[in-house]
């Protein structure tokens, strides 16, 4: 009876043992779980809020809002303030007080380019005629003033002229632009009369018109 007894309480204690592992191993289990699953849930509730104290980048300006080009200004002027081919006069006598020519064929006595009536343009045919230059083919007339300007040998030779420069005539009229500068091709060449020193002047700066000009606008 003594024998049966310790085996009985051997196996109770053995049972006690095995029911103590196991409640531990399921404390532990749990434990774990609950440290991996809370882990993902506090990340996740986690936000980060990013500071308005530092620098904001991105657009600022609505969707669908087109940008302004650098420099640009809504205010700026048109560039049509500029010289263009039906603004560009040729100044006879380079002098702002007579009228100004538009494309002139300058037929009848020319379209004088010198104060002293010296140098004319002549049945011309303008092939270019812009805001930055004019050229046209004719016969350019010159005076060989000799003896004298009065009394000299007006020779017409055929030449290609280009009309170039021009410069703003400030009025209260419509804007208008004057060529003050001219070049010239002769085909034919020039006679002896109007070479070397009495080659006419190629290039030409209408100075004195230049002058004028600067004056007006000053005024």
């Given at each position: 009876m003594v024998e049966i007894t310790k085996v009985l309480r051997t196996r109770q204690v053995a049972s006690w043992a095995s029911l103590a592992c196991v409640a531990v191993l399921l404390t532990a289990c749990t434990s774990s779980t609950g440290s991996a699953a809370s882990s993902p849930a506090s990340t996740a509730g986690t936000v980060s809020t990013p500071s308005t104290s530092g620098p904001v980048t991105g657009p600022t300006t609505p969707p669908g809002t087109p940008a302004s080009s650098p420099g640009t200004s809504a205010s700026s002027p048109s560039l049509a303030a500029g010289p263009t081919?039906?603004?560009t006069f040729l100044a006879p006598e380079q002098s702002l007080n007579a009228t100004l020519l538009h494309e002139p064929a300058c037929g009848g006595f020319g379209c004088a380019l010198s104060g002293d009536s010296t140098a004319f343009l002549f049945r011309m045919t303008w092939t270019t005629w812009s805001g930055a230059e004019a050229v046209g083919a004719g016969n350019y007339k010159l005076d060989d003033c000799n003896p004298d300007c009065a009394g000299g040998h007006v020779y017409s030779v055929a030449t290609v002229v280009t009309l170039s420069q021009p410069v703003k005539v400030c009025s209260s009229a419509d804007?208008?632009?004057?060529?003050?500068?001219?070049?010239f091709t002769f085909p034919d060449g020039l006679p002896k009369a109007l070479q070397g020193q009495n080659a006419p002047q190629n290039p030409w700066t209408f100075s004195p018109l230049i002058t004028a000009a600067q004056q007006a606008c000053a005024s």
């Open positions: 081919g039906a603004s804007p208008r632009w004057v060529w003050t500068h001219a070049s």
